[in-house]
């Protein structure tokens, strides 16, 4: 289902309140500037290469300087940083796949190259770019100008209403929006991080937002515009529980306890041992079950978005008795 996205224009910065249907707008800081799409992650450099003839011209010939820039957006200025320069020979190699004859690193590059046919490539984070070049047996290249077309996006989400999620706790790993014949999605890249400005071609893509490691993830097409550093926060129904077995109401808990935590129609979602294990929710109803020295306990507990707790389970005379009663449901563990 495609959840509706509000964007907000601003000093070339595009914020997104990514919700669900049934929730309210949470709101957000625009950042000051979309620069740090461009912020340069090292110094640019050139490898030393080795021409490769591919036309009717002799290896004796004169080199010929190709100049290379990119452009964020058509009518931009030239970038100056975070650009990878690649150029490729035409003709595959034994393997089937193009021979790399150089590249370089930073923003605007130049090649010297023998006259012939190549592929020339410029990767911008994950946008890119790629064009035929004809280098002729006489005379000068024309600069070689290439609009990438791309923005940025940087992603981040929420618990509940306004409940900030340490940045540690999420993931997000970006699709592209279309669908195969197979029903999946081609993976853009994984495990990105929160508060990272990642480099994309403009376009739509899918977003899945993993808060902790069980049940609770988000889903979102968001819209990255070309020149716009677009800020994506996901508003996720899910909270943080500490599981705990004691004797009491606030007491100590229990060490050596092993804990499943079944849906209410019996499936499980979680499993884990320790004294107070902590783990993250979707919203919805749920058992916790815990085991120690033999016996089993258990509590129903209810999972509210951005509510975190603890959830206590109570030890009693009557555990014993209990482990026959629950045998149905722990078979299916």
């Not at 450099?45 to 100049?67: C, M, Q, R, Y």
């Not at 808060?211 to 129904?237: C, M, W």
């Amino acid at each position: 289902m495609r959840l509706p996205i509000n964007p907000v224009a601003v000093l070339g910065v595009v914020t997104f309140f990514v919700v669900s249907p049934v929730l309210p707008v949470w709101a957000q800081d625009t950042l000051d500037s979309f620069s740090q799409i461009t912020t340069p992650l090292k110094g640019g450099k050139i490898t030393s290469f080795n021409p490769l003839v591919t036309g009717k011209a002799a290896p004796s010939e004169d080199l010929h300087e190709v100049v290379c820039e990119a452009l964020l957006v058509k009518d931009g200025e030239p970038m100056r940083h975070g650009l990878t320069w690649r150029v490729f020979s035409p003709i595959p190699a034994a393997d089937g796949k193009l021979p790399l004859l150089a590249s370089s690193e930073g923003g605007s590059a130049a090649f010297q190259l023998v006259p012939g046919e190549y592929f020339v490539n410029v990767a911008f984070g994950r946008a890119g770019a790629t064009k035929k070049l004809i280098v002729p047996a006489s005379g000068a290249v024309d600069k070689q100008v290439m609009i990438l077309d791309a923005g940025g996006i940087m992603l981040n989400a929420v618990s509940g209403a306004d409940v900030r999620i340490p940045p540690q706790e999420l993931s997000f790993s970006i699709y592209s929006a279309e669908v195969r014949e197979d029903g999946e999605r081609n993976l853009v890249l994984a495990d990105v991080k929160a508060n990272t400005v990642v480099r994309l071609n403009a376009g739509t893509y899918h977003v899945v937002s993993d808060y902790g490691t069980v049940n609770a993830a988000i889903r979102a097409d968001i819209q990255v515009e070309a020149g716009k550093l677009t800020s994506a926060i996901i508003q996720h129904r899910a909270a943080k529980l500490t599981l705990k077995l004691v004797s009491e109401p606030g007491g100590e808990a229990l060490a050596d306890t092993a804990w499943s935590i079944l849906t209410s129609s019996g499936d499980t979602v979680s499993e884990s041992v320790g004294a107070f294990p902590t783990l993250v929710l979707a919203e919805g109803s749920y058992i916790a079950i815990a085991r120690n020295k033999e016996k089993i306990y258990q509590r129903d507990f209810t999972v509210k978005a951005g509510v975190n707790t603890d959830v206590e389970v109570l030890l009693n005379e009557d555990a014993s008795d209990q482990k026959s009663d629950q045998s149905a449901i722990l078979d299916g563990l």
